[in-house]
Nanobody, 116 residues
Framework: QVQLVESGGGLVQTGGSLRLSCTASGSTSTISRMGWYRQAPEKQRELVAVVSSDGSTEYLDSVKGRFTISRDNAKATVDLQMNSLKPEDTAVYYC??????????WGQGTQVTVSS
């Protein structure tokens, strides 16, 4: 099992920055991919950024150049630095990890609100 604890959400003005952090505990040695998803009201959950065990990354097109994902395998953490935030980035952000390439775990979610 893996447990996830998120932190760092909040309210920020357009153009501002926030940093989300997620710490995994439990069977962290078997984690392959770590990342962040988000879900806005009345919309489907979408992948924001993920980083695999080999360091390769994937980003949602709309956040490329503004968000940066980083991972610390020794600490079992994954962070999301979000710059130049826009109102459309407003959502609940969820940490996600995958074990053995197939078992998903989710954090409780953290609210990010960007005011215009």
């Amino acid at each position: 099992q893996v447990q996830l604890v998120e932190s760092g959400g909040g309210l920020v003005q357009t153009g501002g920055s926030l940093r989300l952090s997620c710490t995994a505990s439990g069977s962290t040695s078997t984690i392959s991919r770590m990342g962040w998803y988000r879900q806005a009201p009345e919309k489907q959950r979408e992948l924001v950024a993920v980083v695999s065990s080999d360091g390769s990354t994937e980003y949602l097109d709309s956040v490329k150049g503004r968000f940066t994902i980083s991972r610390d395998n020794a600490k079992a953490t994954v962070d999301l630095q979000m710059n130049s935030l826009k109102p459309e980035d407003t959502a609940v952000y969820y940490c996600n990890v995958i074990r053995w390439g197939k078992i998903n775990y989710w954090g409780q979610g953290t609210q990010v609100t960007v005011s215009s």
